[in-house]
């Protein structure tokens, strides 16, 4: 499978606890998206990459989340201290920032359940 | 905030073109209009986008009115795995991200 991968699809942890989420883009995508989504709305901006820079980053993402892609490769996104509203699926897109659509391949996301 | 309104759910009988309405009243020149669905459980999914001309592609068409303020997705033929959730997004040109409101929930019924 050529798409975007994202690992684990699935966490449940407690309040209080550390989770980090993965995402493999596809091979050569330079932009890499994370998204967050709540049960019946759209997903929400988190932050984009372009290779290894973190070039914008929403409101939403407060000090408690970190994302890095060290080698413009592969991402992570840590939620530190999580909360009960941290419950929500994590989606992560790339693109190849040159497409003629402008299209973003998203993965099929992290759901997490904090309880 | 999404730049866009979308009815919040349609009907489509299988077999009949699925028609979803938008309304992007405050687009701009350098704004295109990009329509994405999602089928339960999965990340979202790029059907097609436009800028002033109607666009047609193997999913799907996209009808853009001359003021630009309003489009329509069509599905042709709609079938039940068509049935998604369905988001019309307003993307400036030169960026890839994209703002999505809550979309139209369109159930396929046999």
């Known amino acids: 499978d050529t798409g975007v991968s994202q690992d684990p699809r699935h966490k449940i942890t407690k309040r209080g606890q550390n989770v980090t989420f993965r995402c493999d883009p596809i091979?050569?995508?330079?932009?890499l998206y994370w998204y967050r989504q709540t049960l019946g709305q759209g997903p929400e901006f988190l932050t984009y990459?372009?290779?290894?820079?973190?070039?914008?980053k929403s409101r939403l993402l407060s000090d408690r989340f970190s994302a890095e892609r060290p080698k413009g490769s592969f991402s992570t996104l840590e939620i530190q201290r999580t909360e009960q509203g941290d419950s929500a699926m994590y989606l992560c897109?790339?693109?190849?920032?040159?497409?003629?659509?402008?299209?973003?391949?998203f993965g099929e996301g992290s759901r997490l359940t904090v309880l | 905030d999404a730049k866009t309104t979308q009815p919040p759910s349609m009907d489509c009988a299988e077999g009949r073109a699925a028609n979803l309405p938008c309304n992007h009243s405050?687009?701009?020149?350098?704004?295109?209009v990009y329509w994405y669905r999602q089928i339960h459980s999965q990340g979202p999914q790029y059907i097609i986008h436009?800028?002033?001309n109607n666009e047609t592609n193997e999913m799907a068409s996209l009808i853009i009115t001359e003021d630009r303020k309003s489009s329509t997705l069509i599905l042709p033929h709609a079938t039940l795995r068509d049935t998604a959730v369905y988001y019309c997004?307003?993307?400036?040109?030169?960026?890839?991200?994209?703002?999505f409101g809550t979309g139209t929930r369109l159930q396929v019924f046999p």
């Open positions: 405050t687009i701009s020149g350098n704004e295109y």
């Open positions: 997004i307003v993307r400036p040109i030169g960026t890839d991200k994209l703002i």
């Open positions: 897109a790339s693109s190849p920032g040159t497409s003629n659509t402008g299209e973003l391949f």
């Open positions: 990459f372009q290779n290894e820079a973190q070039l914008e």
């Open positions: 091979s050569e995508h330079n932009r």
């Open positions: 436009g800028l002033k």
